[in-house]
Structures are given as structure tokens and as C-alpha cells.
């Protein structure tokens, strides 16, 4: 079922943009990122106009008087919370399921670049599993892995580019400026308190880092991959309108914070 | 918004389970066993060591390297050098040298640039090691680099030598056959793009042919002279593994589970076995013993058929059989992936078993 719906169709797709592209994988995996990211705009809006919905909700003089007046019963609070997402007609779970959806689908990405790399022998004989009739595989295997100073099918450790004699792991450094953009320019403002902050905050650090390390110690066709993705998404928000660049300026968030943060720090205080 | 964290949460613990499953570490399996054998005793290649097993008990001489290390990973055939050097190739790039005995090292070569997959040609000449960095390594047999040939493509097969000529002959995956001279590494002939890759090890006739199966659904005959193609026999699937010569027949399977005998001279089917009567994938070359060619299947079997094309028997090993069987004195030799046994030794005839080998004894 994994294999016919996403994974096959997705390992197809991208022997045939790299059939076209005259056998260069770098830019099929490039090509193949935009395109899916095309495909599932229709979910990655939706996603935002949900997220950006229910942050609107959240800010509002109404909802805002309705946790103080039901602190001290939950049951009440969730029960207007529900009327009140009726009313102004937000569905709660709208930012979850586009997002839930894409899930399968990045996954299928993720594992069609690494079937297609097939840099073993028991990869090579399954990816002749996934393979329709149709397709001229014999031409095409194996895979050119070279794109401009990369081997892709290697981690970038195996062959950093040297400049100046110091070996410089420029895709790893590229995916974890990428992710770190991505995070903050996509970060809403938290809503959930400062502990919510906090935790946005801790994300934005070490989910930039764990990438940087994927990208250093995995094939750097997977971290061509992440880089192409990550830009592909700002592009994609930044098209929407929704990029915050003030995001980027740490003074400027901390002079908004204690505003916002305000009514969470209180509710702390009165516990 | 806490349901939205959750899911990211979920989502990046799913991301890093799925992408640490392509580690390749300790206990992930990233190909099949290796596997070799001398009068006594059976070398296997498998994840992080080489074993030697005795063949008369199945039980574990040594391993190579003694203790586990995660860096070293090993799946290429071990080969036998002509002064008693088992010399077997890593995924990590090194070439080691052991002492046949003992599993002691004698040396190791660690200039290539990328996995040892096939294995290493020894003889008196030296020792040829074809590396995924496109390159066959002529080293010396104490372990000195005497030259390299490069081709396009990676080198998956184990070559092979012909005193007739004084040559190696060497496949790609780059498309092409070469051959090589094994005194200083010049190309004697190339053969013309085949249409496919070529992991398989060439046979070769008494009469100067060469015989290759190629990812393009084909056997290819080619003159040893010059390289030039004799007769193409078709195919239903990619054939892997390279053909078996035996009593002017060649014997191949292919990985859509057909499996052919060829007559040498023309190419033309003589018998063959289709998927519908075998159970899987063969990937392994076929092995001929007094008349009787055995061969596994991914499915986990092990197949005997007599030259007219008959099963003889069939034997459920278990696991994925992705390698060839090895004949070991009166036993054959199979090395299931995943399964519970690493080696597996059964009676020509019949095929019942006489030992398994388990991590652990």
C-alpha cells in the first residue's frame, strides 16, 4: 500500500526528472523537492491559515477574559473554548491535519532520495523492486551522484571541500542556516506562555544543530535535500506574505515579549 | 497550539528513528554476507567482523577484529591469497590483510576512496581490489600499492585473470568490460557500451569468450581478443550475478527469478526454470558440482537441478539468500540475510543440514 500510493510513484518521479535533466541528481533531487512542495502547497496554506486563525482567537479580548473567568474550572473553560472556536468559526484541529497529511508524504520523499542513491548492493536490488516497467532503468543505473563538488551518495564528512587546506562542510553549514532560517522566519509568536516560548526558543536552537549534524554524517544527497526543502519553504511563506523578519532581530522580539507574555506570567503568579 | 507541538514533537522523533535507520551501524545489516572456504574452514564477512568457522564442527575459530567496532564493516567475499593471506575488503574503505590462522592482521590498505563491495582478486601476481571509487587496486602481496586503473563507473564485481594472455578482465558498472594488463595497469581493450551495468564476476571459455550478464536483461558473449560482442541473449529480469561455465553450458538467474541454461556458441536457451516454478530473486551465481547446479533464491531456498533442467530438491534455508552457495569439501556452504543463522552447511545430497552457525557459539 506504502510502496504502490507514495513511495513508488515518488522514486519513478524522480528517475524521469533525472532521465531529463540529463542524469544529474543534484538537480533531480532539487527539482523533485520544488515540485512536491508545489503539489502540497494547497495543504501548507491551508495549514497556515488555520495556525494563523487560531493565533488571532487566542490574542482576542474575548478569549482572553474567558481563561480568567473559568481559571478554576477547566471543564467550563473547554466548554466555551469549543463555542467560541464555533462562533468564529475556527476549527481547532485545522492546523494539525494538513500537516498530519504532509507527514507520509515528506517521509515518501525522504526515503525515494535514499532508494534511488541505492548505495549497497541490497539497496540497489530492492530499488529494482520499486521500478515500473516503463522506465529505461538500464541506462540510468547507477545513479550519477556527482553534483558540483559533492559525491552524493557519501556523508560530507567523507570529502568536506578543502579551502585553504581546512576541510569545510559547507552543505552542513547551508542546511543548519536554512533550518534556523526556516524555524524563525515560520515561528508564530508563542502562545502558549512562556514556557511555550521557552520551548519555541529551544527549537529554533537545537533543530537547526540536529539537521547540521544529519546533513555532516548522512549521504549529502539527503542534505541537498534538507537545503532545497528549507528554501523552498520560506520561498513558499514568504510568496503567502507570511514571513516575520522580525523574527530574526532578537531586541525587537524581547521589547514585544513581556506584552504578550504578560497574562501567562500572572496566571503563574496567582497559583 | 499544545496539539501542534505534539505533532511536531511526534514528527521529529519519527524523522530521527526513520533517518537513523539508514546508519548502517551496529546490528543494521547494509548487504549480505560474504562468504569463502579452504579445506577446513569457511570465512564469512558480516556486518562488523570476519568469522572463520571450522567446517567440520561449525563452530567459531576466530574473528576478525576481536572486539566489535562499529566503524569497521565488512560484506565483500574474503579470498585467499596463494601464501595463506585472507584478504577482505571493508565499508570502510580499508583493504585488510589477515593471517589465515590466527585472524591476526598482517596489514592494511587504506588509500581507496569508497567501499570495498566486491571481492579482491589474489594471486601470484599480487592482489587486485576493485573499490566503489571507480578504481582496481594492484597492490603488491605484502600490501604495497603497485598501481590503479579507474573506469567510469563503481567496481562491484571480483575480476578475473587469464594466463592465456597474461590479462585481467574487469566489469563496471560504468556499462563496460575491461582488460587490463596486470603488470602495470594499461588497458589492452574496452569493450563498446553494453547497455547495462555489470556486477558480476566474467566467465570465461577454453576458447577466448567472455561471458557477462548485464542490468540491461542480457548475457553477453564478447571475444577476449578485442572485446567485440559475439552473440546478446535476452533475459526477463536484471541478471546480477555473473554466469556459470560448466560442461559447455551456461547457467544464470536473473532477479525477476528466471533462471537460464545457454548454450556458449550461439546463445540460444537450452532449458529454463521460470519464476512461476522457483520462489524468488536470484542474485547469486549458480554452482555446478558432478552434474548438479545449485543456486539459491532471495526467497530463502536452496535449489538443486540436474542438466536437463529438473529440480533435484529444494531446501527452505530461511532468511533472504541473496549470496551464492560455496562449495566446501562434501558440504555446501549458504549464507542467509536475516536470519537467525549467520552460515548454514548442508549435504550435497539432498541438502540436509549439517550444522548452522549463530553469533553466540
Known sequence: MWNTLILNPMINTLLVIYSVLGQNFGLAIIVFTILV???????????????????????SKKWQDMQKKFKDDREKLSQEQMKLYKEMGVNPFGSCLPTLIQFPIIIGLYQAVIRVLAVTPIQLVDLSRHIYP???????????????????????????????????????????ITTFLQSKLMTPPSTGGE?????????????????GYLAYTFSSGLALYFVASNLVGVLQYAVMGKLDWRNLIPAKRSEKEPAEKKPAQKKRLEK | MKLNRLVISIFILLSASL?????????????????????????????????????????EKWRFPAESNNRITLYADPAMSPDQQLIVGGYNNVLYSLNSETGQMNWEFGEAGNKYIASP???????????ADNNLYALELNGNLRWKFNT???????????????????????????????????????????????????????????????????????????GSVIWRSPTTGWVWSGPTLAEDVLYVGDLDG????????????????????????????????????????????????????????????????????????????????????????????????????????
Open chain 1, 37 to 59: 512542495r508545489l503539489i502540497t502547497y494547497p495543504l501548507t496554506s491551508q495549514q497556515m491559515k488555520s495556525t494563523q486563525k487560531m493565533q488571532e482567537l487566542q490574542k
Open chain 1, 134 to 176: 516503463f522506465i529505461n532503468a538500464s541506462a540510468l543505473i547507477p545513479i550519477n551522484n556527482n553534483f558540483l563538488w559533492m559525491d552524493l551518495s557519501l556523508p560530507e564528512k567523507d570529502f568536506g571541500l578543502a579551502i585553504a587546506g581546512i576541510g569545510i562542510p559547507i552543505l552542513a553549514i547551508l542546511v543548519v
Open chain 1, 195 to 211: 514556557q511555550g516560548a521557552q520551548m519555541t526558543q529551544a527549537m529554533n536552537l537545537y533543530m537547526p544543530l540536529f539537521m
Open chain 2, 19 to 59: 533517518l537513523s535507520a539508514c546508519a548502517g551501524g551496529a546490528g543494521l545489516a547494509t548487504s549480505w554476507p560474504g562468504l569463502s572456504a579452504d579445506e577446513d574452514t569457511a570465512y564469512l564477512a558480516f556486518n562488523n567482523h570476519v568469522y572463520a568457522i571450522t567446517l567440520d564442527t561449525g563452530i
Open chain 2, 121 to 131: 582478486l589474489a594471486v601470484d601476481q599480487g592482489i587486485f581490489a576493485p573499490n
Open chain 2, 152 to 226: 567510469q563507473g563503481e567496481i562491484w564485481a571480483q575480476p578475473i585473470t587469464d594466463p592465456a594472455c597474461e590479462c585481467i578482465y574487469l566489469t563496471s558498472m560504468d556499462h563496460y568490460v575491461y582488460a587490463v594488463d596486470p603488470t602495470d595497469g594499461s588497458l589492452r581493450w574496452q569493450s563498446q557500451e553494453l547497455g547495462g551495468a555489470i556486477v558480476g564476476s566474467p566467465a570465461l571459455s577454453e576458447e577466448g569468450v567472455l561471458y557477462v550478464g548485464t542490468f540491461g536483461k542480457e548475457i553477453i558473449a564478447l571475444d577476449t581478443q578485442d
Open chain 2, 258 to 361: 528466471n533462471f537460464y541454461a545457454i548454450d556458449p556458441a550461439d546463445g540460444q536457451a537450452l532449458w529454463n526454470l521460470t519464476s512461476d516454478q522457483l520462489d524468488g530473486s536470484i542474485a547469486g551465481s549458480p554452482l555446478v558440482v558432478a552434474d548438479t547446479i545449485y543456486f539459491t533464491s532471495e526467497s530463502g531456498s536452496l535449489y538443486a537441478v540436474d542438466p536437463t533442467g529438473s529440480i533435484l530438491w529444494s531446501q527452505a534455508i530461511g532468511g533472504r539468500m541473496l549470496a551464492a552457495p560455496v562449495l566446501a569439501g562434501d558440504l555446501l556452504l549458504v549464507a542467509p540475510n536475516q536470519a537467525d543463522q549467520l552460515l548454514v552447511a548442508v549435504n550435497l545430497e539432498g541438502g540436509s543440514r549439517r550444522w548452522a552457525f549463530t553469533l553466540g557459539e
